[in-house]
């Protein structure tokens, strides 16, 4: 999994993922400070928070496209320099307007990246490790979410939140140099491919379907449903939780900054396990195919994760609500890697970067929808409790419909 070049690739992978998540979870620590600041509602907040999601949605399928078109190289390398110079651009913000039109740009440059780190690993990995890859390489975001709290905690009370975000930048384009020298497209051919004068890839693209075929397919629109309930609890917890910790449980900017660190840890050991775990059920069940061993933890896992989080608003110590919403969060990214693997098994190579983004695309929808509506729950109702039972219903609706909707694809003749 590591010889021939592909440590690197994970290596660059997976830091990849810990700025992206760094960057993300950054609005949402210094949330308290900025509502001040600019004199915002949290239906405004919410609004802030979702507007994100219009450009990241809209580019995890262009990004995906892009990245069978052009290569997964040249497309994060992009991405990465977009999403780093709109993050820092978050300082010249003077208000409700100019935050949505930073907070879209910014979502646009980090939409490719779920889909080019897939592309990347059916680029350079045999179809028995991808899961187990995606896994480990994805497994960055969660710790970038985690080391978050306490760097942009720190920076915002010590120099104020604006800082926090050109620190943030700066990391961002270093990566970009870095990968843009030292990581490849694709490994070298093998002695015995070059003899044959086939490549893996070229050899598993022939034959290719149609990219529209795919988007008709229940398979894929409802591993894109699951994704979506996956994504809407995700973007609850990355958006609202510091805000509920603050608002509901009366905890200190300071401790919140701490204590959100728990949920991301338990998140990075779920997604690092969660391809592993899969790909070790895959071969267990090989008899009954690879399929029944991906929905086996892919429903599992986001039916616990769904009792969890809507739990999680019924409780009445932040202990017990700190406590299962980390498990919501070990069980959610569990499967994680899941939806990915279930493209890879799925559609041919050549069209693995756009069906992969187009799913995603489906799913960060619920960016779009979630923080504005939890926000504009807490204005009406003035409580977190009804946000909990949403996110935590949706994922048990999405769990039932992976039992019965998600076959194998038979690919026309």
Same mark, same amino acid.
């Given at each position: 999994?590591?010889?021939?070049?592909?440590?690197?690739?994970?290596?660059?992978?997976?830091?990849?993922?810990?700025?992206n998540y760094?960057?993300?979870?950054?609005?949402?620590?210094?949330?308290?400070?900025i509502?001040?600041?600019?004199?915002?509602?949290?239906?405004?907040?919410?609004?802030?928070?979702s507007?994100?999601?219009v450009?990241?949605?809209?580019?995890?399928?262009?990004?995906?496209? *892009?990245?069978?078109?052009?290569?997964?190289?040249?497309?994060?390398?992009?991405?990465?320099?977009?999403?780093?110079?709109?993050?820092?651009?978050?300082?010249?913000?003077?208000g409700?307007?100019?935050?949505?039109?930073?907070?879209?740009?910014?979502?646009?440059?980090?939409?490719?990246?779920?889909?080019?780190?897939?592309?990347?690993?059916?680029?350079?990995?045999?179809?028995?490790?991808?899961?187990?890859? /995606? &896994?480990?390489?994805?497994?960055?975001?969660?710790?970038?979410g985690?080391?978050?709290?306490?760097?942009?905690?720190?920076?915002?009370?010590?120099?104020?939140w604006?800082?926090?975000f050109?620190a943030?930048? %700066?990391?961002?384009?270093?990566?970009?140099?870095?990968?843009?020298?030292?990581?490849?497209?694709?490994?070298?051919?093998?002695?015995?491919?070059?003899?044959?004068?086939?490549?893996? $890839?070229?050899?598993?693209?022939?034959?290719?379907?149609?990219?529209?075929?795919?988007?008709?397919?229940?398979t $894929?629109?409802?591993?894109?449903?699951?994704?979506?309930?996956?994504?809407?609890?995700?973007?609850?917890?990355l958006?609202?939780?510091?805000?509920?910790?603050?608002?509901?449980?009366?905890?200190?900017?300071?401790?919140?900054?701490?204590?959100?660190?728990?949920?991301?840890?338990? #998140?990075?050991?779920?997604?690092?396990?969660?391809g592993f775990?899969?790909?070790?059920?895959?071969?267990?069940?090989?008899?009954? #195919?690879?399929?029944?061993?991906?929905?086996? $933890?892919l $429903?599992?896992c986001?039916f616990l994760?769904?009792?969890?989080? &809507?739990?999680?608003?019924?409780?009445?110590?932040? /202990?017990? *609500?700190?406590?299962?919403v *980390?498990?919501?969060?070990?069980?959610?990214?569990?499967?994680?890697?899941?939806?990915?693997?279930?493209?890879?098994?799925?559609?041919d190579?050549?069209? /693995?970067?756009?069906? &992969? &983004?187009?799913?995603?695309?489906?799913?960060?929808?619920?960016?779009?929808?979630?923080?504005?509506l939890?926000?504009?729950?807490?204005?009406?109702?003035?409580?977190?409790?009804? *946000?909990?039972?949403?996110?935590?219903?949706?994922?048990?609706?999405?769990?039932?419909?992976?039992?019965?909707?998600?076959?194998?694809? %038979?690919?026309?003749?």
């Open positions: 999994m590591f010889s021939n070049g592909r440590g690197m690739v994970i290596v660059f992978l997976f830091l990849a993922g810990v700025i760094l960057d993300r979870s950054a609005l949402s620590i210094a949330a308290p400070f509502q001040d600041d600019l004199s915002l509602t949290a239906t405004q907040m919410g609004i802030i928070f507007s994100f999601s450009g990241y949605a809209i580019f995890n399928f262009l990004g995906g496209m *892009a990245s069978d078109k052009w290569g997964a190289k040249i497309t994060l390398f992009v991405a990465m320099i977009v999403w780093s110079l709109f993050s820092g651009a978050l300082v010249l913000a003077v409700f307007a100019s935050m949505i039109i930073i907070r879209i740009l910014f979502g646009m440059g980090e939409g490719p990246l779920s889909s080019t780190i897939n592309k990347m690993v059916n680029n350079w990995f045999p179809a028995n490790q991808r899961a187990s890859v /995606v &896994g480990l390489t994805n497994s960055g975001t969660p710790l970038g985690a080391i978050a709290g306490p760097i942009v905690g720190f920076i915002a009370i010590s120099y104020g604006r800082v926090s050109i943030i930048m %700066v990391i961002g384009l270093i990566w970009a140099i870095c990968w843009w020298k030292f990581v490849k497209e694709k490994p070298e051919e093998s002695k015995e491919q070059k003899h044959t004068g086939k490549s893996y $890839v070229a050899a598993t693209s022939e034959g290719k379907v149609k990219f529209t075929f795919y988007l008709k397919q229940k $894929v629109l409802f591993t894109a449903l699951a994704f979506f309930s996956y994504n809407y609890i995700l973007f609850f917890f958006t609202w939780f510091p805000s509920y910790l603050v608002d509901a449980r009366g905890l200190s900017v300071e401790n919140m900054s701490i204590i959100t660190v728990i949920p991301w840890i338990f #998140g990075f050991i779920g997604l690092a396990l969660g775990v899969s790909d070790f059920f895959s071969k267990k069940f090989a008899q009954q #195919g690879v399929l029944f061993s991906r929905k086996l $933890v $429903v599992t986001l994760s769904a009792v969890c989080i &809507g739990f999680a608003g019924l409780v009445s110590t932040t /202990v017990s *609500a700190v406590t299962l *980390a498990l919501s969060v070990f069980f959610l990214y569990l499967t994680g890697a899941i939806y990915w693997a279930i493209v890879n098994d799925v559609v190579p050549g069209n /693995v970067g756009s069906v &992969g &983004g187009f799913m995603h695309f489906l799913a960060n929808t619920a960016g779009i929808i979630g923080p504005t939890t926000g504009y729950i807490v204005d009406t109702s003035g409580t977190y409790t009804v *946000a909990f039972l949403l996110a935590g219903g949706l994922a048990i609706v999405a769990s039932l419909a992976v039992i019965r909707f998600v076959r194998p694809i %038979v690919k026309p003749v």
